[in-house]
């Protein structure tokens, strides 16, 4: 077996070899990156509103309640690119959308669509808000129209003081007719 010293000897020229190899592909790396960060086109105001609006209205499919404007993730990444690059090729907002849901589907839309079966979304919530409206409004109405309880009279409800005296005179009879209970007497209810 050979001693282990011996296993780590490497002659001068690999050595070198490796470290150019390394040094090499650092290099490399280092200018990747930048080179990849230049891809970002400036676009004139007009167009940068326009794609504001678009990045704004456009839903990411992978990031659950965020727009591609708001979102980090890869394919936001994509569309805004998508988005710039058709804005710099003349295409109309319209164009741009279309071809958006084309390729992601409807789920991209931050507004759904006001035609087809998501009519109903559109024409749901106005139409349960006019009927709350409504319910109320007749609730109100019914409230005032009839008269309130306490303000009627009936024989179990909104005794007078007149018809309270006689049973007061009542209890006070059986106060005064009770004498106090010695401690060894016994209670005549039982």
Known sequence: MAPLNSLFKIPAFRLSTAVAVVATALVLFSFAAPI????????PDALEARAQHLYLNTMCPQCA???????????AVTMRGIVRERLLAGK???????FLVDAYGDSVLASPPKSGFSTIVWIVPPLAI??????????????????????TSS????????NLAHYLDLVNEEMETRTPLDDGAKDDRG
Request: aromatic letters at 4%; charged letters at 15%.
């Open 130 to 151: 006019l009927l709350g409206g409504l319910v109320v409004y007749v609730a109100v109405r019914s409230m005032r129209r009839t008269p309130s309880v306490a303000t």
């Open 65 to 75: 309640g965020q727009t591609i404007q708001q979102s980090h993730a890869p394919i």
């Open 92 to 98: 109309t907002d319209e164009e741009i959308t279309t």
């Open 155 to 162: 024989p179990a409800q909104g005794t007078s003081t007149k």
């Open 36 to 43: 990849h960060a230049q891809d970002y086109v400036e676009l």
